[in-house]
């Protein structure tokens, strides 16, 4: 199975910061790679697909990068509306998808 | 806009099963591009992914749960329906229907799918 970790369980940050979430996965998926923001009581919501293609709505401050097994969101200035949970999903392998363990933006 | 509703019994008993169903609006579910999902998030947790159909019947399903888990279309309803069997107190979590989509970034790469629309999900306690 391909195991996708995101390193940090949450990071603190304040309006305003550049903030870079990061996740690898156990093998290369190529860029088989997603990225969600879920805030508290709600469904995550799609921000970037294709690990780097920005989702129509999204602001532009999000934005994807990597290829093979490591990848970023980062969020160029952080807004109030930003801390939320954030997700990787890597849907390379047919046979079993994965979600990193998220992220959580806190407000420093 | 398509729209994904999650239905079914809010409280299962442990090894009976849970039944859920997902009612598709605003778009058809017989899409050749589009797959139908099911994802849980148990209290407090990350998200699982449960498996996949798509609406000619061909389906996947996580290998942690295969043996348990079953995911049906009913393309004349416009539905799709998730059916767990066995279940513990593990398998209390909140469940969400999604559609699955690709993303085309050029005509020589592969489609990367993703999933785009979430219903609001359904929370399943199991308890006796």
């Known amino acids: 199975d391909i195991q996708m970790t995101q390193s940090q369980s949450s990071l603190s940050a304040s309006v305003g910061d550049r903030v870079t979430i990061t996740c690898r996965s156990s093998q290369s998926i190529s860029r088989f790679l997603s990225w969600f923001q879920q805030k508290p009581g709600k469904a995550p919501k799609l921000l970037i697909s294709?690990?780097?293609i920005l989702q129509s709505g999204v602001p532009s401050r999000f934005s994807g990068s990597g290829s093979g097994t490591d990848f970023t969101l980062t969020i160029s200035s952080l807004q109030p509306e930003d801390f939320a949970t954030y997700y990787c999903l890597q849907t390379f392998s047919s046979l079993t998808w994965t979600f990193g363990q998220g992220t959580k933006v806190e407000i420093k | 806009q398509v729209q994904l509703q999650e239905s079914g019994p809010g409280l299962v008993k442990p090894s009976q099963t849970l039944s859920l169903t997902c009612s598709v609006s605003?778009?058809?579910?017989?899409?050749?591009?589009?797959?139908w999902s099911w994802i849980r998030q148990s209290p407090g947790q990350g998200l699982e992914w449960i498996g996949y159909?798509?609406?000619?019947?061909?389906?996947n399903y996580n290998p942690s749960l295969n043996s348990r888990v079953s995911i049906s279309v009913d393309t004349s309803k416009n539905q799709f329906s998730l059916k767990m069997s066995s279940v513990t107190a593990a398998d209390t979590a909140v469940y969400y229907c999604?559609?699955?989509?690709?993303?085309?970034?050029?005509?020589?790469?592969?489609?990367?799918?993703?999933?785009?629309?979430w219903g609001q999900g359904t929370t399943v306690t199991v308890s006796s």
């Open positions: 605003g778009g058809s579910i017989s899409s050749d591009d589009y797959y």
């Open positions: 159909i798509h609406y000619t019947g061909s389906a």
């Open positions: 999604a559609r699955v989509v690709p993303t085309t970034v050029s005509m020589v790469e592969p489609k990367y799918y993703t999933v785009d629309v």
């Open positions: 294709a690990a780097s």
